[in-house]
């Protein structure tokens, strides 16, 4: 409806001021009141137009009602007037009702006076709530003995309906529209206004709009008083939709609010000792701002991959959590973690309406009866470091712009908070490291001067920080160091370098003392400002290295000696005993005297029993010097089986427990051929101790022994129905010197180191001895060695014992002892090669010099007048190519390294096997 037209066909009178007081407009009604024309109405102001407007009850006040309302943009209802016509007639009006329509500032922008007589007022209301409507003010009429509410159609569009039947009439259902803080606060109004008889109010309000927001209305109202039968009133009044202005209002208020609040909070963590005091008093402000059950934060350790809850402040009657929620892992939440290093804020208004890649939050967040949340990640230096969230716990939330406004810029000064902790705890831990730290830390100005040093710089030096305070370190110059030395490093740190090294200073006292000494520049703006000087004391290091490089050469010369009392015992021992044994055992064939066989028998049984005892205690102290080398040989597994059932038959036939003793023997065989490549030597000494062990601890009974190849390794068994070893003693047994009886009174003699080299050689060959035994029943040894299966056609050729044909070469023997020259020479006879001798080192040099022809040198590496190391070096030096084979007694590996380094090609062992004999010539011919 055009503005215009309504107001000149209105049944009352309309006036409309502008902002100035200036006549806007005016209806024909107004015209006729006032008795002017239209042209001269629109010139004039309201000052002009006071004098034509009386009061009906005067009163010192009255003549300033309607310009104090207009001066202070207040509203006027049923005000009864007089107005003066300037055509000379007196027209009496009940009342005039002016409201001033405000624009988005909050500023009048025009002011309508609406004037209505009493004759025309019941005649006319429809048709003014009807008319009205298009001025966009709302009207409506309550009943109160009935509860009836009529409204216009403004009030159904001001709360978005289109259709009255959408909105209640009874007034018990329309309060439910009203924001019930509000509902409460003006019923106590109008209460208070009818027991005071008053009859007109104002107050705003907020209600419920058709999409579910709260929006502000002003409302204007009167009470018409029933008669005293009905106990009833009638209220009337009008209303405006003041939601824009309410908002941009709170927009102020609130941000002016907030801005104070972080402000003070701000504040607070900048002067705060405690930061974490100042983070729960952070939180709990926040809350009261936008009403929060719960703010907390978590902090997320990256390394642990672990997260914390670590503040939390909760609303009274709200449950705490944090205590439920320390060290959870990262990987539980996986959707949770991708948001936040996404860098997202969270906002759930509904935690039930999380999507089913949540389901595990969902199921946390609902056992804390959390109905919505705002969460916000904390990043500092690009890292995430945790999250700050709120949670409402009383209902779903619609967490608006502001609310996450709030939460970023808590965000920010937690943030900023945290990395300044960090600092300082690492300060702090910095500081009190290099306080306590063990080494002397000094720091000086650019000129050397001291400004700092700690405990243990004064411990160390004796002088107090006060002391070394300005001073340089030259105060600990020894005069231990040349001019150049100190020059070399000045110009090192000076040049932005750092320098370290060994140096001897002194002490307070006149002591000196070896310090290792580490001295760096500090840059500031590229400028080196200072220099940080670490030192430790290496007194006691430095006296400890010099002990030890003494002890090592104690150590060297002791093992020499050592390793060179060990050769010679091996080879002085060996030959007298040799004889003993031989010559005991030829005795009783020389003599038919019985005594004399038995004296000749217990000697050579206590001959060989001291030859046995020798070559332990030389395994022994090979072992303990690392000289015992594994040497892998081909040979047939039936050989090995073979030479133990020998040795276990020889062993009971020795004891004299044949006739008590059963033997048992079992090969299992699954390899081709039966073939293998294995330390031989060492299998039987571990076996046939286990088997003398066995002989030696059983009376009656049996003993058994069972060879199997199962899955690359050798397994051989030795089961007995002895006397048993004693579980506690089951380990002991392996040990040196340690026996299962070990009293003054045992029944069986020995040192105990049998079974102590046995499980040194096996472990030597990657292999393990087990024993399981029970007391009075027997013992089982399980030896098991890994062995090589696959051999190749040439591996196999080798176990053949093929003799090859060496016609037209000649082979150099270089040997002191003629016997075993004479062993190999016969051990060569069948190769059909020429075989040249030699006794000594002298004279070999002197063969390989006239002859140009030989072909390979067999050299003994212990002889007279020059030994083999030096002959093979001299040797090498007529003829580099000539291939020499060196032959020795010694195991040593340091004997071994020892030929190679010489010039030697190959190492053969005695005593000789012709099989490898063979194969180590034809290798190298």
């Not at 107005?83 to 000379?88: A, K, R, T, V």
């Not at 081709?672 to 066995?694: E, R, Y």
């Not at 190749?792 to 070469?809: F, Y």
């Amino acid at each position: 409806m055009n503005k215009n037209f309504l107001i000149s066909n209105l049944p009352i009178g309309i006036l409309c001021l502008d902002q100035h007081k200036k006549v806007k407009s005016a209806n024909k009604i107004v015209l006729d009141l006032f008795g002017y024309t239209e042209q001269e109405m629109l010139s004039m102001s309201w000052e002009e137009l006071r004098p034509n407007i009386s009061y009906l009850e005067p009163s010192n006040n009255n003549d300033c009602i309607i310009t104090n309302a207009l001066n202070n943009q207040k509203k006027i209802e049923d005000l009864p007037i007089l107005i003066n016509s300037q055509s000379g007639k007196e027209y009496h009006w009940e009342l005039i009702n002016i409201i001033p329509e405000k624009d988005q500032s909050g500023n009048t922008e025009t002011t309508y006076f609406y004037f209505q007589n009493e004759s025309s007022k019941k005649a006319e209301k429809s048709r003014l709530i009807d008319l009205i409507s298009d001025y966009r003010i709302g009207v409506w009429e309550w009943h109160t003995d009935t509860g009836k509410v009529t409204t216009n159609k403004q009030w159904l569009h001001t709360l978005g309906y289109s259709d009255f039947n959408e909105i209640p009439s009874d007034f018990n259902e329309w309060s439910k529209l009203i924001h019930p803080e509000d509902l409460k606060r003006s019923m106590d109004k109008l209460n208070q206004l009818i027991a005071q008889n008053k009859q007109q109010f104002e107050f705003e309000l907020r209600m419920r709009h058709n999409s579910g927001e709260w929006i502000w209305l002003l409302i204007l109202g009167k009470i018409t008083l029933h008669n005293e039968k009905s106990n009833g009133v009638v209220i009337e009044g009008i209303h405006h939709d003041i939601t824009k202005y309410k908002k941009a209002e709170f927009e102020i208020s609130y941000k002016l609010e907030i801005e104070k609040l972080f402000s003070d909070i701000s504040s607070k963590f900048i002067q705060a000792e405690d930061i974490n005091k100042s983070i729960n008093e952070a939180f709990k402000c926040l809350a009261l701002v936008n009403n929060a059950s719960r703010v907390y934060l978590f902090q997320i350790d990256e390394k642990k991959q672990l997260m914390s809850n670590t503040h939390e402040w909760c609303q009274e009657g709200v449950s705490a959590e944090i205590d439920n929620l320390q060290d959870i892992p990262l990987s539980v939440f996986p959707w949770w973690m991708k948001q936040l290093y996404k860098k997202e804020v969270i906002n759930i208004q509904d935690v039930a309406s999380l999507p089913s890649e949540a389901n595990v939050e969902k199921e946390m967040l609902e056992s804390q009866d959390i109905k919505s949340l705002l969460v916000l990640p904390l990043f500092i230096k690009n890292e995430l470091k945790g999250f700050v969230g709120f949670d409402n716990v009383v209902s779903s939330s619609t967490w608006s712009l502001n609310d996450e406004k709030l939460l970023k810029i808590l965000g920010n000064i937690l943030s900023n908070a945290l990395e300044r902790r960090l600092g300082e705890a690492r300060l702090q831990l910095l500081t009190k490291a290099i306080e306590n730290s063990p080494v002397n830390v000094i720091v000086t100005n650019k000129k050397g001067e001291i400004q700092y040093v700690n405990k243990a710089f004064e411990r160390v030096t004796g002088y107090s920080f006060e002391e070394a305070e300005g001073k340089t370190p030259v105060i600990l110059n020894s005069g231990k160091h040349d001019k150049e030395f100190y020059a070399n490093l000045w110009s090192t740190i000076l040049s932005g370098k750092t320098w370290q090294g060994e140096i001897i200073n002194k002490t307070k006292s006149g002591k000196y003392f070896w310090a290792m000494e580490l001295i760096t520049p500090i840059f500031y703006n590229n400028e080196i400002t200072h220099f940080v000087s670490v030192t430790q004391d290496i007194s006691d290091y430095k006296k400890l290295f010099n002990d030890l490089i003494t002890a090592k050469e104690k150590a060297e010369e002791s093992d020499q000696t050592k390793s060179a009392f060990l050769a010679t015992m091996n080879h002085e021992l060996r030959t007298p005993l040799n004889h003993i044994i031989g010559f005991s055992e030829l005795i009783p064939d020389m003599t038919d005297d019985v005594s004399v066989k038995s004296f000749a028998q217990l000697i050579h049984k206590s001959g060989a029993k001291l030859l046995h005892l020798i070559e332990d205690i030389f395994d022994i102290s090979m072992i303990e010097q690392g000289e015992i080398a594994v040497r892998s040989t081909m040979f047939d597994i039936n050989e090995v089986y073979i030479e133990l059932q020998k040795e276990l038959h020889d062993l009971i036939l020795v004891s004299n427990k044949t006739e008590d003793i059963e033997l048992k023997f079992e090969l299992i065989n699954h390899t081709n051929n039966g073939q293998i490549k294995a330390d031989k030597s060492k299998i039987l000494q571990i076996v046939s101790n286990l088997l003398k062990n066995a002989v030696k601890y059983t009376h009656y009974g049996k003993i058994s022994l069972t060879i199997s190849l199962n899955e690359g390794y050798l397994l051989i068994k030795v089961n007995d129905t002895g006397i048993g070893i004693p579980k506690e003693k089951q380990e002991v047994i392996f040990n040196l010197f340690r026996q299962a009886e070990e009293t003054n009174t045992r029944e069986f003699d020995g040192i105990g180191i049998g079974l102590a080299i046995a499980q040194k050689l096996a472990l030597v060959m990657n292999g393990r001895i087990e024993v399981s035994s029970e007391e009075g029943i027997g013992s089982e040894f399980i030896f098991e060695v890994p062995v090589e299966l696959n051999l190749s056609t040439e591996d196999i050729a080798q176990l053949q014992h093929e003799v090859p044909d060496l016609q037209d070469k000649q082979i150099l023997i270089v040997e002191d002892d003629l016997i075993s020259i004479d062993v190999l020479a016969k051990m060569l006879n069948t190769t059909n090669c020429n075989v040249i001798q030699s006794t000594n080192g002298k004279d070999a040099i002197e063969k390989v010099q006239n002859n140009s022809d030989i072909d390979i040198v067999l050299l003994d590496l212990m002889m007279p007048v020059l030994d083999g190391f030096n002959t093979a070096q001299k040797i090498k030096a007529i003829n580099p190519d000539i291939p020499i084979i060196a032959i020795t007694a010694y195991t040593f590996k340091t004997d071994i390294k020892k030929a190679t380094e010489s010039g030697c090609s190959d190492v053969i062992y005695k005593p000789i096997s012709r099989d490898i004999l063979y194969h180590k010539i034809k290798k190298y011919i």
